[in-house]
C-alpha cells in the first residue's frame, strides 16, 4: 500500500484567495508528480522534481508553482485562484523498483 | 507528438461477461505501457504495466494486457467482470524523453457493470 497524502481533499474557495496543496510520501521517493485531471479529459502533468531543490515544470502550462525543500513534502501554490483553476489535482511519486507511479486520493479544488 | 488513444468514452457490461478496454499510442520507439484505474473520488491505482519481454502481462485484480507492436495497442481484458469493477480506466505511456514517472494518459474509458 502506498503512503502518499494530499490535504485538503474539497476546498471551495473564492476568487483571488492564494491557496496551497499539501502533497507527503512517506516511502522516500526522489521523483515527485503533480497531475491536474478536468471531469471527462486526461491527466496532464504540470509539475514535476526529482529530488530536494530540484522542480520542472510540465507539459500542461500552469500558473500555479511548487518547491521541494524536503523529500517527502512537494506542496503546489496558487497566489490568486481563479475559476479557471477549478479542476482535481493529484499528486504522485515514483519507485524505480518496481516502475509504478503512486497517486494520493487528489485534492479537488473549486473557485467561485 | 505522443499521444493516447482510448476509442471509448463509456462501456457498460453484464456482470460476469468478458471486457476489453481498447487503447492505441503513438510512438515510434518501444513504449512503457501502463494501465490505471481509477474509482470515484479516488487517485489511481496501478493495474498493470509493460516495458520490454512477454508481451502478454498479467496484473492485479484478474486484469491482463497485450501489447502489439503492429497495431500500435495495448488492450485491457477480463474474462469475467465483477460489480466492483466500475470505475474509470486510464492507459498511458512513458513520455518520450522524460523519466518513467512522466506519463501521456488517455482521457480514460469510464466501466459501468450492469447486475
Redesign the interface.
Known sequence: EAD?Y?TPRYLVIGTGKKITLECSQTMGHD?M?W?QQDP??????IH?S?GVNSTEK??LSSESTVSRIRTEHFPLTLESARPSHTSQY?C???T?NT????????SRLTVL | AQS?TQPD?HITVSEGASLELRCNYSYGATP?L?W?VQSP??????LL?Y?SGDTLVQGIKGFEAEFKRSQSSFNLRKPSVHWSDAAEY?C?VV?AGG??????????TKLSVKP
Open positions: 502518499i494530499q521523483k508528480y497531475y471527462g479529459m486526461e491527466l496532464h502533468l514535476y526529482y510540465g507539459d493529484l504522485a511519486s515514483w524505480g516502475g509504478e507511479l503512486f497517486f494520493g486520493e487528489g | 493516447v468514452i512503457y501502463f490505471y473520488g479516488q487517485g489511481l491505482q496501478l504495466k516495458f486510464f498511458a513520455q523519466s518513467q514517472g512522466n506519463l501521456i494518459f488517455g482521457k480514460g
